[in-house]
């Protein structure tokens, strides 16, 4: 068998003439697949209207989230990687409560606006194609803006070596309100 048929190849000018509209149905067929997946699967981030969940994403923990949060694991825990990965979707005004990481966090946003704040410091604005890069130990919280989602993509390294996260106090709204 011919392997080589069932690859979307370049049509090969030495081959027969005759081979060739089969080649190139079979190359149109790939791309035409190729579209199809493209446009139906669900990119991250963009899988589902506002207030509904994103595919394969699960409401997070009214302890450790305030308002609507969506949280889709993308590298559960146990990878030999030792980094959690997960792809959180904050609805308007959702947002995380106080925590910290034992070492620290990378945070990716892949769509949308929201808030970044360490305690003590103002409130930063974050969007899309932006990171942030957490220290170890820093208290801080991420979520939404006021007016629409925020998605970000949530790296947190080394989990067997001190845990993942500390949970703490919800941000108020008086808190959450202090961004200009
Ligand atoms: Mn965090």
Redesign the pocket.
């Known amino acids: 068998m011919k392997s080589s048929a069932f690859h979307c190849e370049p049509v090969d000018a030495g081959r027969p003439p005759s081979a060739r509209p089969l080649r190139l149905l079979i190359v149109s067929g790939c791309l035409f697949l190729a579209a199809c997946i493209g446009s139906t699967a669900p990119a991250l981030g963009q899988s589902a209207r506002p207030g509904t969940a994103p595919k394969g994403a699960n409401r997070g923990p009214a302890d450790n989230f305030t308002g609507v949060v969506w949280v889709k694991p993308l590298v559960p825990p146990g990878s030999r990687t030792d980094c959690i990965v997960s792809e959180v979707t904050f609805e308007a005004k959702g947002r995380?409560v106080w925590?910290k990481?034992p070492n620290g966090?990378i945070?990716v946003v892949t769509q949308g606006t929201g808030y970044y704040q360490e305690k003590g410091k103002p409130i930063r604005i974050i969007r899309q194609g932006e990171s942030v890069d957490?220290a170890p130990q820093v208290v801080?919280?991420?979520g939404a803006g006021p007016n629409g989602r925020l998605t970000h993509i949530?790296i947190i390294p080394n989990v067997s070596r001190g845990g993942a996260?500390n949970w703490m106090q919800p941000v108020t709204d008086q808190e959450y309100g202090q961004a200009k």
């Open positions: 995380t925590h990481h966090q945070l957490i801080h919280w991420h949530a996260v």
